[in-house]
Each structure stands twice: as C-alpha cells, then as structure tokens.
C-alpha cells in the first residue's frame, strides 16, 4: 500500500487515548483504497493495496489489547 500523503506518519499524533479509555477507530476499504481515523482524526488513507477482498483480521503491537463493538456496513465510495 502507499500512503497520500508523504507525512502520514506524523498524522497519529495526540489521537489516541490514555491508557485506559477506549479508542474509536473507523476503516473504510473500497477497491485497492483505505481510510482510517483514530477518534475521529484521520490517520492514513492509502492506494495501491494489492488485496481487494478476502479475510478480516484484527492484531496489536506490543501491549494487550481487547477489540469490542465491531460493526461491518458495506459501502461503495469513501468519504470525502
């Protein structure tokens, strides 16, 4: 995948919550593109990804994490 913009990395800065408090997290994947916002920031939007369907999977780095409230909603385009 590659990232828009060339500084993307520096976009999670301050988005996420303090140990503790629950994270929001949104992704949208339409064709080889992706989105994705960290309490409402958005934090990478990427093209040119080589999958395009197939399996869903959730993984952390580093810490233990717990996953809740995972809602699946079919879209056609991402938002602007």
Do not use: Y
């Not at 992706?34 to 395009?52: F, Q």
């Not at 369907?53 to 809740?68: M, P, T």
């Amino acid at each position: 995948m590659t990232t828009a913009e060339p500084n993307d990395h520096l976009m999670t800065d301050g988005s996420e919550k303090p140990v503790g408090q629950w994270n929001a997290m949104d992704i949208e994947c339409v064709g080889d593109a992706v989105k994705v916002w960290v309490n409402g920031d958005l934090v990478n939007h990427g093209t040119g990804c080589t999958a395009t369907k197939g399996q869903l999977a959730l993984q952390a780095e580093g810490s233990v994490v717990k996953f809740r409230k995972l809602e699946l909603t079919p879209i056609t385009k991402l938002t602007d």
